[in-house]
């Protein structure tokens, strides 16, 4: 992707043309400085900027996704949700075994790859969550209602319990999931893929 660049006798004059050509505001456009001319005694000034806002990455996350199915000969349809800066991903799609794979693998995986695509195309971290065919809301609900039965073992028993590891988004579901009940508080522990979630008994826990 080539970001558009922008001339300006100030940055912020560089910034109002990239803003008015993307129809936003100036405050949404992230923008790197490219080149800076100072011209002679003040005459001739000139900045040159490379800007995008959060369309370009939305547009190129959508053609990142296409172009994938494109070539794996995959059919799929994807629709884009920015909640403040954080991209929820949802794929339509008739290949559910292909692209979720076994206990989700294969979509932790595609996740990561897209991620790590977007976050170097525009140099910051991105954040993104791909789910496909409604497997993820599926899933979250799954494992909460598992773990709330668990914690309810351990209110009865006062015995703590480990969970299965998990991926950072399903302990997040998990965790706030178990955040109200009574005299029970959870903690993640573990590296990498063996991260998971102990529940613990915890009399008397606040609950805000």
Not at 16 to 36: C, G, S
Not at 54 to 77: M, P
Not at 149 to 154: E, F, L, P, T
């Amino acid at each position: 992707m080539k970001f558009d660049t922008f001339i300006g006798k100030t940055v912020d004059d560089a910034l109002a043309q990239a803003a008015a050509a993307k129809q936003v505001n100036k405050e949404d456009i992230h923008y790197t400085v490219i080149d800076e001319k100072s011209g002679f005694l003040g005459i001739g000034k000139q900045v040159e900027i490379e800007a995008y806002c959060e369309k370009d990455v939305e547009a190129f996350i959508e053609s990142y996704i296409q172009n994938y199915f494109d070539n794996a000969e995959l059919d799929g349809r994807v629709m884009i949700e920015n909640d403040n800066g954080f991209y929820r991903i949802s794929v339509d799609t008739s290949n559910n075994a292909v692209l979720i794979g076994k206990s989700g693998r294969s979509l932790q995986a595609f996740n990561r790859l897209v991620k790590v695509a977007v976050s170097a195309q525009f140099k910051r971290r991105v954040g993104l969550l791909i789910d496909v065919n409604g497997y993820k809301q599926e899933r979250y609900e799954k494992l909460c209602r598992m773990a709330v039965r668990v914690a309810r073992d351990v209110q009865r028993t006062k015995i703590d319990a480990s969970l299965d590891p998990m991926t950072a988004d399903e302990r997040k579901a998990v965790h706030n999931a178990l955040a109200k009940m009574k005299d029970i508080s959870t903690h993640s522990e573990g590296e990498g893929d063996r991260r998971h979630i102990n529940i613990l008994y915890t009399p008397g826990k606040e609950i805000e």
